[in-house]
């Protein structure tokens, strides 16, 4: 509807059913694979995001004051007061947690299976609109107005990664199926392409960009006003400009997504919402245990079930989640704290005192002589430990000796017996 826009959109992980936002209150919910709209209502307020929850059924508003979650029928379900007011949303749908950063820069994680309030943390660097989640760890990466990029994870309150990506303002960011590529764009007219296993510039181009995506088969898209252009890699993660599509009547353009499992690339414009073919952006082979385009109510119930199960923890996101289930390998030269090393001379001194003695005849089996050797049996074993205790206190045991070749500070060298000269 021109009145309501522009709009934004969003679609679910198997690419079956879209849900697009007015920025003046309007939501319409489809089926893309029927081409049916199933709902429509308006809101009467501001509309700044969508994203959808687990599944379909239920689905994710930023709204003027705080977000709201409505079913598919357009009942709402809850408000989360807690987010205040949001600009962006995030679903991880492996977390089962909905991320949001409102305006006054603060990221909020809340898990929706349980309704607990995972994380809230300043971010420290104003307001900002522009966050992606990264689909390989579930690293949520914000771009903000000084050209930097922050990466955040749930439990940790400083940001994992801050680069500083472009001389200007961010204005989009996006990342790759595989997760090791990057794209951001900025004020300084550059779309730069990053390589997340070092943290460097693949490639720059000059452009503009108000919103960017990747599609599952490596395909860029980017738009600039009523101009939306694709970007194909040619070999070595080098771009080239594979197709362009210019909006009719200079239509401006707020967001583009690419549609899962199909060569299909949504537009949210100004006047409403558009679509374009573009053929090699959807991966063709699906796997019905991941993503089902097809699937039907009972399969629907049977995975929303399997997600409860399979829910990972937010300790598990982190930037290289290969790491789990590996063990950590102990450092080259790592000291004993002094309690491991009061632990190690109590064993000793126990192991000491539980050798037998040998009884000898003639007088050398006395008591006393037996108490004596066990002293020295207890003794020779905490000889080894008494060092390691004294410099793990602080207090150790020998004096340092100042040689003759060492040479003092001019102010104490007249304290010294043989005068330096």
């Given amino acids: 509807i021109p009145l309501f826009g522009p709009y934004t959109l969003e679609y679910t992980p198997n690419g079956r059913y879209m849900i697009v936002g ?14 049916e709209l199933i709902n429509e ?28 979650i409505y079913n598919r029928h357009g009942t709402e379900i809850h408000c989360l007061k807690e987010h205040g007011k949001s600009l962006k949303l995030q679903f991880l749908d492996k977390h089962l947690l909905l991320a949001s950063i409102n305006s006054y820069g603060q990221l909020h994680y809340q898990d929706m299976s349980t309704g607990e309030m995972v994380a809230n943390y300043s971010t420290g660097l104003g307001r900002t609109d522009v966050m992606r989640v990264n689909p390989y760890n579930a690293v949520i990466g914000l771009g903000h107005a000084r050209g930097k990029l922050t990466m955040w994870k749930p439990t940790s309150v400083k940001p994992l990664v801050t680069m500083l990506c472009h001389k200007g303002s961010l204005t989009a960011v996006a990342f790759d199926r595989g997760g090791h590529l990057m794209a951001t764009a900025g004020g300084d007219q550059k779309i730069k392409i990053w390589d997340l296993r070092k943290f460097e510039v693949v490639h720059s181009y000059t452009a503009r960009a108000q919103s960017l995506d990747f599609s599952q088969k490596g395909l860029l898209a980017s738009s600039n006003g009523s101009l939306v252009e694709i970007y194909r890699d040619c070999g070595g993660q080098d771009y080239k400009i594979y197709m362009k599509h210019r909006m009719v009547k200079g239509y401006q353009v707020g967001k583009v997504l690419f549609r899962p499992y ?11 919402f558009s679509s374009m073919l573009v053929p090699g952006s959807g991966e063709p ?24 199960l399979d829910k990972l923890q937010p300790e598990t996101i982190m930037l290289d989640p290969d790491v789990i289930a590996t063990v950590r390998q102990l450092k080259k030269k790592q000291k004993k704290t002094k309690k491991e090393i009061e632990g190690e001379i109590e064993g000793a001194v126990e192991a000491a005192k539980n050798i037998r003695v040998k009884k000898k005849t003639k007088g050398r089996s006395k008591p006393s002589r037996r108490a004596k050797k066990k002293e020295e049996e207890v003794l020779r074993a905490k000889r080894p430990l008494l060092d390691q205790h004294k410099e793990a206190s602080g ?27």
Avoid: W
Avoid at 262 to 272: A, Q, R
């Fill in 395 to 421: 207090h150790p045991d020998k004096k340092l000796r100042i040689g003759d070749d060492t040479e003092l500070p001019k102010a104490l060298q007249r304290f010294a017996k043989n005068r330096q000269s």
């Fill in 22 to 35: 007015g920025r003046k209150g309007h939501i319409a919910f489809m089926d893309m694979l029927n081409m």
């Fill in 285 to 308: 082979n699906f796997d019905t245990f991941v993503d089902n385009p097809m699937e039907t109510e009972k399969q629907r119930r049977e995975k929303e079930v399997q997600a409860l």
């Fill in 41 to 68: 209502f308006e809101v009467k307020e501001t509309v700044c995001d969508v994203a959808f929850l687990q599944n379909e059924q239920l689905f994710a508003v930023a709204q003027r004051k705080y977000p709201y």
């Fill in 262 to 272: 199909e060569d299909i690339c949504g537009i949210g414009h100004s006047m409403g």
